[in-house]
């Protein structure tokens, strides 16, 4: 019996190490290829950056314990500086439950802003509140299909005027890219690991955001950073 279980402790082991040694060839192999996507397109690439948006706050959904930014890629997409990079955090015990993850992982694409903001998120609904008739006024429907939360009337109003909200309404990007105003950056995020490409798509949706909301909504505001 003693011999078996050390048998059965010998195998685990060797499958442990095994494991740490194939997930360290994984990430060697992540960062070359993401160091060359960097280089190919004229952007600086980092591995891992303890506050790549600076005092930006990330948005409830993505927090976790033992946080950490990784495969940081920065550079510019016409005169819009982007930052994105991977975030994870420590899944808890009943979130590994059955799935053997231990961290969530989250894709982070943010654009610059051209003054700082005040906080606020926009996301769709998961389950947009019915329109009664289809006569409802843009400012209607689109409160019965976002959810908006900010620190700012005046900032809100200023990002979300009637044009801004009937582009949402009909950009089909806004289905799935969650948006958050913070700091110095508006961003979003997603749960998947980091694809380059993808990232771009992300950072052009942001960057039409960014250009439609006047810049009176930058005026005025404390910068304190």
Do not use: C
């Not at 890629?73 to 439950?97: I, K, M, P």
């Not at 700091?183 to 979003?188: E, I, K, S």
């Amino acid at each position: 019996m003693e011999g078996a279980l050390s048998v059965i402790a010998l195998v685990a082991v060797v499958v442990s190490a095994g494991a740490i040694t194939v997930a360290a060839h994984f990430r060697k192999d992540r960062a070359a290829e993401l160091r060359s996507w960097a280089h190919e397109h004229g952007w600086h690439y980092t591995d891992h950056h303890p506050r790549p948006l600076e005092d930006t706050v990330l948005p409830r959904a993505v927090h976790g314990q033992h946080a950490r930014s990784q495969y940081v890629l920065t550079g510019r997409r016409g005169t819009h500086l982007v930052t994105a990079f991977e975030y994870t955090h420590a899944a808890s015990a009943s979130d590994r439950r059955g799935t053997g993850r231990s961290r969530h992982t989250y894709r982070i694409v943010a654009v610059r802003t051209p003054g700082p903001n005040a906080e606020l998120e926009i996301r769709r609904r998961v389950v947009p509140r019915p329109v009664a008739d289809g006569t409802e006024p843009i400012d209607a429907v689109f409160d019965l299909t976002f959810h908006t939360a900010g620190s700012d009337t005046a900032f809100t109003r200023a990002v979300l005027d009637r044009a801004t909200r009937a582009w949402l309404l009909a950009d089909t990007r806004s289905r799935s890219l969650p948006v958050r105003f913070s700091g110095d950056h508006v961003l979003t995020w997603a749960p998947m690991r980091l694809d380059p490409d993808r990232a771009l798509t992300a950072a052009d949706y942001l960057i039409d955001l960014v250009n439609r909301v006047p810049t009176t909504a930058w005026h005025g505001r404390p910068t304190g950073r």
